[in-house]
């Protein structure tokens, strides 16, 4: 299973887009790209997920180069709402049924006013 | 609109106890799963259930073990809770991914329960 490098922590403003990008060198043909978001108390929750090029839907996009060897997450004009922490992650579809997902340790967004 | 519960909220036993944390779901999935989450270290997977009385290990399965009885419910025991099994719990779970279907099925998750050991 492919590990993913984020960073940490990122700070923005309110009305800002943010990226996040992640990196996962090792990703394997069949490995889709997810990334969830994770509120405190809270479990984390899918935002979006992605194969190859882009990808939108009503809360981000999801760019992935050709190698896919990373990705970046797009949040147009943030909110405070959106502080939160944004994992990445790789997982495998196909063999089994199991799907099993690493969360790595995640980044952490503060959107400030 | 999908639904994973789970027992408490917060939860505080001793050194030694026994200990059954509970997730139930409401959509019909065949994978379960359950994950700690400590501070600097992210989700860990602890066990998961991709049918009824089906079970495998997670990446830090030991001083755990699970039981799957109903297709809706997965249970997380602690045989002799210890102090370094104070955490968060997060229970989740997912439909079934087919062979050879491209797609990657989102795992909706529980609350979490905070589980002290003293």
Not at chain 1, 14 to 30: D, F, K, M, R
Not at chain 2, 61 to 80: A, H, T
Request: net charge neutral; charged share 20%; glycine share 6%.
């Amino acid at each position: 299973l492919a590990k993913t490098t984020q960073p940490i922590s990122m700070d923005s403003y309110e009305g800002q887009e943010v990226n996040i990008t992640c990196s996962h060198n090792n990703i394997a043909t069949n490995d889709y790209i997810t990334w969830y978001q994770q509120f405190p108390s809270q479990g984390p929750r899918f935002i979006i997920q992605g194969y190859k090029t882009k990808v939108t839907n009503e809360v981000a996009s999801l760019f992935i180069p050709a190698d896919r060897k990373s990705s970046t997450l797009s949040l147009p004009r943030v909110s405070l709402s959106d502080t939160a922490v944004y994992y990445c992650l790789v997982g495998e579809y196909g063999s089994s049924n199991t799907g099993k997902l690493i969360f790595g340790q995640g980044t952490t967004l503060q959107v400030k006013p | 609109d999908v639904k994973v519960t789970q027992s408490s909220r917060y939860l505080v036993k001793r050194t030694g106890e026994k200990v059954f944390l509970e997730c139930v779901q409401d959509m019909d999935h065949e994978n379960m799963f359950w994950y700690r989450q400590d501070p600097g270290l992210g989700l860990r997977l602890i066990y998961f259930s991709y049918d009824v009385k089906m079970k495998e290990k997670g990446d830090i399965p030991e001083g755990y073990s699970v039981s799957r009885e109903k297709k809706e419910r997965f249970s997380l025991i602690l045989e002799s809770a210890s102090t370094n099994q104070t955490s968060m719990y997060l229970c989740a779970s997912s439909p079934m991914w087919l062979a050879g279907e491209r797609r990657f099925y989102e795992q909706y998750f529980g609350p979490g329960t905070r589980l002290t050991v003293t």
